[in-house]
């Protein structure tokens, strides 16, 4: 009998992409963890492009997930989005039925991405029909909080996101899962009186194994990962690396390396990557990285660095942390939770103290040796600690009784 429904909406939408975006390894995650957990009693749903709600059939959803865990793992050279017609026979494969929908009262609705969360009235009608509780994870407030950094309309659609949460736990008898106390804590006002919020850390995504990589010219190189956009302050970094170039001898400066894709509002990071003289030969921007290309760079790297002004959690910490390379991150909550003692962390506008820090980074210096003598107390969150946490409020649901 099905005990949890896992809606993998968010992957069946990245069809057409070759590389993942940190929401789709969550999702990716839920649908290994919880079918290494329930087994059969797991079921997979989903609201497919064609705007269709079903069940989809377990053999397909497997292939599915191997064909996209090949692709992060090794495609280097792949298109940024693959053409309509070499994905249709995916999306025919994974047209959802009306088959098995709402035959489990009593069941566990579990979405752990905000895909189709502002249409509330989908929302609602595909839980009545499912007869089930739902259980879902936040993953921020950021444009909530700080629209200045979403794009314009990003508030308004996030806050019908988080609505749409509510009422359908409160309609159901839900739950709330969290990625830091620091999200629990501004989702807290949103809900209910009593609403169940378990917080659980993401795990930390398991890099393939790989040999550092060495620059092409012996310089040591720090990496900064995550999508461009202006809460991750890439701004500060590109102004500093311009100081260092027009200050230091070439061999000298040591080299970033961006890795991310390009979001909104970046006219000015934009223009320094593409227009600025003092940053060639020092800055190198990489679009798309494979899993196996981004190990062997965080091996290599002198330290990540991360200087966001807002963040509900920290997975290019964890990443960084794992495989044993320094961190030097913005002072924020969910960085703290993430990177415990460990990280240098800095006010994302201390622009003399970032210097400072890269400098010693670079050189191996006291701040580099201190943190290299940290690094091995810090725990590594797992997806198994945080998929048991999803199960145990999958258990708290269902011991209460079918949904009204």
Request: net charge neutral.
């Amino acid at each position: 009998m099905t005990q949890v429904i896992l809606d993998i909406s968010r992957l069946i939408s990245r069809l057409r992409y070759s590389t993942p975006s940190g929401v789709d390894r969550v999702e990716m995650a839920y649908a290994r963890g919880l079918l290494a957990h329930y087994g059969d009693a797991l079921a997979f749903a989903a609201v497919h492009p064609s705007g269709l709600y079903g069940r989809l059939k377990t053999g397909a959803a497997l292939a599915y997930l191997g064909e996209l865990e090949r692709r992060w793992s090794s495609e280097e050279d792949a298109p940024r989005q693959r053409s309509l017609p070499s994905v249709l026979p995916w999306l025919a494969r994974l047209l959802p039925t009306g088959r098995g929908v709402g035959s489990s009262p009593g069941a566990v609705y579990v979405q752990a991405s905000p895909h189709h969360l502002t249409n509330a009235a989908k929302v609602h009608a595909i839980l009545a029909r499912e007869r089930a509780k739902f259980l879902c994870l936040i993953h921020d407030l950021i444009p909530i909080e700080f629209p200045e950094y979403a794009r314009p309309s990003g508030a308004a659609l996030h806050r019908r996101r988080i609505e749409t949460v509510a009422s359908a736990i409160a309609r159901t008898g839900g739950a709330a899962i969290v990625n830091s106390a620091a999200t629990g804590r501004s989702l807290a006002p949103w809900l209910k009186p009593g609403t169940p919020i378990h917080v659980a850390l993401l795990g930390t995504e398991s890099l393939p194994p790989a040999a550092p990589e060495a620059g092409p010219d012996g310089r040591p190189y720090f990496v900064c990962l995550g999508t461009i956009e202006p809460r991750k302050n890439h701004l500060l970094l590109l102004n500093l690396w311009r100081h260092l170039a027009e200050t230091l001898p070439p061999e000298q400066v040591p080299r970033l390396i961006v890795i991310g894709r390009r979001g909104w509002e970046n006219e000015q990071v934009v223009d320094m990557l593409e227009r600025c003289p003092s940053l060639v030969g020092h800055v190198e921007e990489l679009g798309g990285c494979p899993d196996a290309r981004l190990s062997a760079l965080l091996r290599g790297a002198r330290a990540l660095v991360m200087p966001s002004f807002a963040e509900g959690y920290g997975m290019p910490v964890a990443e960084a942390l794992s495989v044993g390379t320094p961190v030097i991150c913005s002072d924020l909550p969910a960085l703290r939770e993430v990177g415990g003692a460990v990280p240098d962390y800095l006010d994302p506008l201390d622009g003399p103290g970032w210097k400072a820090a890269v400098l010693d980074h670079g050189a191996r210096g006291p701040l580099y040796a201190a943190q290299m003598q940290r690094l091995p107390i810090w725990h590594d969150p797992t997806w198994a600690e945080h998929i048991a946490i999803v199960a145990e409020g999958v258990e708290k649901l269902r011991a209460a009784g079918p949904s009204s």
